[in-house]
C-alpha cells in the first residue's frame, strides 16, 4: 500500500518555514490581530482566539527576555574587549618601559619578565593574552623594585578577571533564555498549525476565507540566508547570538 510521507497536510509548514525569532514574533502577531478582527463573526473564533493569545504571549515574554539577555551580554563583552585594547596598546607598553628603567631589555632579568617582548600581549588570542598578564605578575614577584609595578599589574588582573566572570554569566544567561524560547517557538509553531485545523472546520465551505488568516510571505520561505533559524528541531548559534555576533573570547556558544 502506497504511503502519503509528503502529504501537505502532515507536515508543519510553519515549523518547517525554518523562521527567525523576529519572524516567529510577526508571525504570531499577525494570525493574533486577525483572529480578534474576526472573533466576533463565529461562535468558535473567540475561543480560539483566546487559546492563541495564551501561548502566544508567553513567546512574546520570552522574546523579550531573549533580546534583552542578548543585549547585557553584548554591553559585558565590549567592556571585556575595552579592557583588552587597553592591554595591547597602552598598558603593555607602559608596563614594558618601566621594566626598562631598571633592567635593559637584553639582560637576563628583562628576558624573565618579558621573554618575547610585547608579542603575546598583542597578538595571541584573547584568553592568552591576559594568562600572560597572570604570568607576568608571578615573574614580577622575584623583583622589588619593581613591586609597585607588580601591583598595578595584579589590579588589572583582578579588574578584567571580575569583568571576564560577569561576561560569562550573561552568556550562559542568553544559552538559559534561547533555550526557553526555543521551547516557545515551537509550542507557538504548533498552535498556529492547529488554528490551521480549527479554521478549516470553521470554513470548510471557504476554503479561501483562511488566506485572511496567515502572513503567508512568510511561511512561503524556504531558506534563510541569514539569521535564527529554527530547522529539524535545532537551534543554530545564530539564534542565540543573533546576526553572526560572536563571543569574542571564541567560546562556542550553543
Do not use: C
Not at 500500500?1 to 510553519?14: D, G, I, Q
Not at 474576526?38 to 508567553?58: A, F, G, Q, R, W
Not at 588570542?125 to 622575584?142: C, F, H, Q, W
Not at 550573561?170 to 498552535?191: N, P, W, Y
Amino acid at each position: 500500500m502506497r504511503t502519503h510521507e509528503r502529504w501537505s497536510f502532515s507536515n508543519n509548514p510553519f515549523i518547517n518555514a525554518k523562521l527567525s525569532y523576529e519572524d516567529w514574533n510577526v508571525l504570531g502577531s499577525d494570525h493574533l490581530s486577525k483572529l480578534e478582527n474576526k472573533k466576533d463573526s463565529h461562535p468558535m473564533l473567540e475561543h480560539i482566539y483566546d487559546n492563541y493569545k495564551e501561548v502566544y504571549e508567553v513567546y512574546l515574554s520570552q522574546y523579550k527576555n531573549w533580546k534583552l539577555a542578548k543585549q547585557y551580554w553584548q554591553a559585558e563583552t565590549l567592556e571585556v574587549d575595552n579592557l583588552l585594547e587597553e592591554l595591547s596598546s597602552k598598558w603593555i607598553k607602559n608596563w614594558d618601559m618601566r621594566i626598562q628603567l631598571v633592567f635593559d631589555d637584553t639582560s637576563p632579568e628583562y628576558t624573565s619578565l618579558l621573554p618575547n617582548k610585547r608579542s603575546p600581549f598583542q597578538r595571541t588570542r584573547r584568553d592568552e593574552r591576559i594568562v600572560e598578564v597572570g604570568t607576568l605578575i608571578r615573574s614580577l614577584s622575584n623583583y622589588s623594585s619593581l613591586s609597585d609595578l607588580r601591583q598595578e599589574v595584579t589590579n588589572f588582573y583582578q579588574t578584567f578577571k571580575a569583568k571576564r566572570d560577569h561576561q560569562q554569566k550573561r552568556e550562559q544567561a542568553v544559552r538559559d533564555a534561547s533555550t526557553s524560547l526555543k521551547q516557545a517557538a515551537e509550542k507557538l509553531g504548533i498552535a498556529t498549525y492547529r488554528n490551521v485545523g480549527n479554521l478549516i472546520a470553521i470554513y470548510a465551505e471557504e476554503p479561501n476565507q483562511l488566506l485572511n488568516f496567515f502572513k503567508l510571505d512568510l511561511i512561503r520561505s524556504v531558506k534563510r540566508v541569514s539569521g535564527n533559524v529554527i530547522s529539524d528541531g535545532d537551534i543554530t548559534q545564530d539564534a542565540i547570538l543573533e546576526d553572526g555576533v560572536e563571543d569574542s573570547f571564541g567560546v562556542d556558544v550553543q
